[in-house]
Structures are given as structure tokens and as C-alpha cells.
């Protein structure tokens, strides 16, 4: 079984390089780094709220109202079964 790039694999290489463009841009021209990098910034920001909200990891909305059962629940962030 071979690995398959995803929408979200994607993403997650275009913030990486957004914010290194940034910085080769901050350190290659006159333009500041601090500016070259927020502006940059930006622009990841924007593929995040784009993968979040636009291009969503649900198929449908029906699938947020899903209840899980507590079965199902990791016990790691279960409260209920925390013991000291």
C-alpha cells in the first residue's frame, strides 16, 4: 500500500513554505525580514482558515453532530475515569 498525497498534506507544505519564502524574501531584499515574514504569515493563515472552514475534514455537516459513545473515547481525555 503506497502513500498517497492528500489536501492536507498539501496545506501543511504550503505554510511551511510561505513562511520560508518569507523569510528568503526578508533576507534577499531591502524589504524587512519582521515585514517579509507577517506578510508571508498572512498567507498561511489564509490556507489554514481555508482548510478549516472552506475545504472542511468532514464530509458532511451531518457528520458533526455525530455523538460519539463513551466507549469510544480515548482515556486519555476521558475525565470521568481520572484517578490521582
Given at each position: 500500500?503506497?502513500?498517497?498525497?492528500?489536501?492536507?498534506?498539501?496545506?501543511?507544505?504550503?505554510i511551511a513554505?510561505s513562511?520560508?519564502?518569507?523569510?528568503?524574501?526578508?533576507?534577499?531584499?531591502?524589504?524587512?525580514?519582521?515585514?517579509?515574514?507577517?506578510?508571508?504569515?498572512f498567507?498561511?493563515?489564509?490556507?489554514?482558515?481555508?482548510?478549516?472552514?472552506?475545504?472542511?475534514?468532514?464530509?458532511r455537516?451531518?457528520?458533526?453532530?455525530?455523538?460519539?459513545?463513551?466507549?469510544?473515547?480515548?482515556?486519555?481525555?476521558?475525565?470521568?475515569?481520572?484517578?490521582?
Amino acid at each position: 500500500m503506497g502513500y498517497t498525497v492528500h489536501y492536507y498534506d498539501l496545506v501543511l507544505v504550503c505554510i511551511a513554505a510561505s513562511l520560508a519564502v518569507g523569510a528568503l524574501v526578508g533576507y534577499a531584499t531591502p524589504i524587512a525580514l519582521e515585514v517579509s515574514i507577517v506578510v508571508l504569515g498572512f498567507v498561511a493563515i489564509g490556507l489554514i482558515l481555508h482548510a478549516l472552514f472552506v475545504n472542511g475534514p468532514v464530509d458532511r455537516p451531518e457528520d458533526l453532530t455525530a455523538e460519539v459513545p463513551l466507549e469510544e473515547v480515548p482515556q486519555v481525555l476521558s475525565p470521568l475515569d481520572a484517578t490521582e
